[in-house]
């Protein structure tokens, strides 16, 4: 069956950067573009960004660029989100996601890694 | 614009129908998906393209698009209901996605 496991939570210090994995299994890992969602403690889903695993295309949202670089490890079928320069508003879950390109104008996310609690205080 | 607008907060009682809608520009183009969450569990989704139900999630979910709205409607709403209801597409630009805010669904 098809699993998104994410690493565990992490802390850091403002000014850090945080690391966080996305290992896929239960389907071929290059077919699939994965996404990287974030939530804010009592606040929405916010997206931002993407990675095709066959080729390393990325794309991120405007608020993210310049911060976050998305890789992969197609050995290990693995997708990695890293964030640079925290502060403390990064404090948030982030979730890795399976994109599925239905055509027809539709894509949508079916499945989710379970979360990874980022903390970000002094 | 690359937003998608939900309402807040929607409240319904056990057992009747309710709507929960999203407006973006984007959605003349591209049709949204949802995704339902509940506390500290990560997001499901519900229906995906012009009305389409993953394997598991109950028929009494379905969705519809007019114009620059999409909207999932829950026919005959039950207390496992109770959750935050997201919309999610494509943006104007076709690359990047955006999530609606999100609407809190009560089950009265």
């Known amino acids: 069956q098809v699993q998104l496991m994410q690493s565990g939570a992490e802390v850091r210090e403002p000014g850090a950067s945080v690391r966080v994995s996305c290992k896929a299994s239960g389907y071929s890992f290059s077919v699939y573009y994965i996404h990287w969602v974030r939530q804010a403690p009592g606040q929405g889903l916010e997206w931002m960004g993407w990675?095709?695993?066959?080729?390393?295309?990325?794309n991120f949202a405007q608020k993210f660029r310049g911060r976050v670089t998305m890789t992969r490890d197609t050995s290990i079928s693995t997708s990695y989100m890293e964030l640079s320069r925290l502060r403390s508003g990064d404090t948030a879950v982030y979730y890795c996601?399976?994109?599925?390109?239905?055509?027809?104008?539709?894509?949508?996310?079916?499945?989710w890694g379970q979360g990874t609690l980022v903390t970000v205080s002094s | 614009s690359s937003e998608l607008t939900q309402d807040p907060a929607v409240s319904v009682a056990l057992g009747q129908t309710v709507r929960i809608t999203c407006q973006g520009d984007?959605?003349?183009?591209?049709?949204a998906s949802w995704y339902q969450q509940k506390p500290g569990q990560a997001p499901v989704l519900v229906i995906y393209?012009?009305?389409n139900r993953p394997s598991g999630i109950p028929d009494r979910f379905s969705g519809s698009r007019s114009g620059n709205t999409a909207s999932l409607t829950i026919t005959g709403a039950q207390a496992e209901d109770e959750a935050d209801y997201y919309c999610?597409?494509?943006?104007?630009?076709?690359?990047?996605?955006?999530f609606g805010g999100g609407t809190k669904l009560t089950v009265l």
């Open positions: 999610n597409s494509r943006d104007n630009s076709g690359n990047q996605r955006v």
């Open positions: 990675i095709n695993p066959n080729s390393g295309d990325t």
């Open positions: 393209g012009k009305n």
């Open positions: 984007s959605l003349r183009t591209y049709y």
């Open positions: 996601a399976r994109e599925i390109l239905g055509g027809l104008g539709f894509y949508y996310f079916d499945y």
